[in-house]
């Protein structure tokens, strides 16, 4: 496996891992009360706003050149990052 598929991989088994936070926390939000939920709610339209853009630049690493590669993992890298600290955040505002 190439160093290449091997990122990718890892990141689509972390974004499975962050599908199913955000899972839990959608049942916490449906639990709270309406204030509750529309704050849960904004929270995670942005977390999975950033999840399908990481997502698609993860489907775009896997069609691209080797030549494209350094640039595609430092846009990956970058995306990650975010998601990462944005699912942190959401994870202690809401527990």
């Known amino acids: 496996m190439s ?3 091997a990122y990718i991989e890892k990141t689509k088994a972390k974004i499975d ?11 916490k939000a449906r639990q709270t009360s309406a204030d509750g ?10 977390l ?3 999840r399908d853009a ?5 489907k775009e690493a896997r069609q691209a050149g080797d030549a494209a590669w350094g640039d595609i993992k430092t846009e990956l890298d970058a995306a990650w990052s975010n998601l990462s600290d944005a699912v942190k955040k ?3 505002r809401f527990e």
Do not use: T
């Not at 891992?17 to 049942?27: F, G, L």
């Not at 939920?37 to 942005?46: G, H, K, M």
């Open 3 to 5: 160093e290449r598929d």
């Open 17 to 27: 891992q962050w599908n199913a936070e955000i899972d839990k926390m959608e049942a």
């Open 37 to 46: 939920e529309i704050a849960y709610r904004e929270v995670l339209q942005n």
């Open 48 to 50: 999975q706003g950033q």
């Open 54 to 58: 990481l997502e698609q630049q993860l």
């Open 90 to 92: 959401a994870r202690s």
